[in-house]
């Protein structure tokens, strides 16, 4: 059952995908299947635009969609106390960098996958980088940009957090339209995440669940 929803939304119908979630929670149906499902929808979205089949725009939307049936999902979920965090995650976008549509999908992924994210949004000091790794104790951030610019903003973050003594505890992932195996070596990062499902498979690795 939970592959129509998979389908559903990765074939980007998003009023019979909200639809199908509604009558299926009237059903009873488990919210967690159901969530499952969505999931395995984002997987197969990734996959197609990793293949270039999808494109940005398609991107965005399928996490439009998910956020919707995340928010269809939600109280079903708080209701039934399920909805323990595996981990800490701590996401932005770096200082000079506005972009937001990668950055908001990888903290659409992670939350549903179970994480526990702090967005602190985009254009996001250095500094707000190390206080918010400090406050959370969080083992994990997520550096993102879209644009050349935001490689020396991603290198000095990193670097901020080695001169605040985190580094050796803090896994540092980056991500964004022009990031590859250079671009991470550069930046003093411990990986790069293509897409949303890598950087969900990167906190998987590092914290488990």
């Known amino acids: 059952m939970a592959e129509e929803l998979a389908r ?19 059903q009873g149906r488990d919210p967690l299947d159901l969530l499952a499902g969505a999931k395995e ?8 635009f990793a293949d270039s089949d999808y494109f940005i725009p398609d991107l965005v939307f399928s996490g439009e969609i998910l ?3 995340v928010a269809l999902l939600e109280p079903h979920l708080k209701t039934r106390g399920e909805s323990k965090k595996i981990g800490k995650v701590v996401m932005g ?17 992670l939350d549903v996958s179970g994480f526990e994210v702090t967005d ?12 918010a790794l400090k406050e959370t104790g969080s083992t994990v951030v ?19 957090i080695r001169e605040a003594g985190l ?15 250079q671009v991470r070596r550069f930046t003093g990062a411990d990986a790069y ?10 906190a998987r690795r590092w914290i488990g669940g």
């Open 8 to 26: 559903l939304l990765a074939d980007l119908k998003e009023a019979e995908a909200l639809a199908y979630v509604e009558k299926a929670l009237e």
């Open 41 to 48: 929808g984002m997987a197969i979205v990734g996959e197609r």
């Open 67 to 69: 956020k919707r049936i």
């Open 93 to 109: 976008t770096v200082k000079g960098d506005i972009h937001d549509i990668g950055k908001d999908l990888v903290v659409f992924m």
């Open 120 to 131: 602190l949004g985009i254009d996001v000091p250095i500094q707000k980088f190390v206080d």
């Open 142 to 160: 997520g550096l993102s940009g879209f644009l050349t610019l935001a490689f020396d903003a991603m290198k000095e973050t990193v670097e901020a």
């Open 167 to 181: 580094r050796d505890d803090v896994k540092i992932m980056i991500g964004g339209g022009q990031i590859d195996e």
């Open 193 to 202: 995440g293509k897409d949303a499902i890598e950087a969900v498979a990167l």
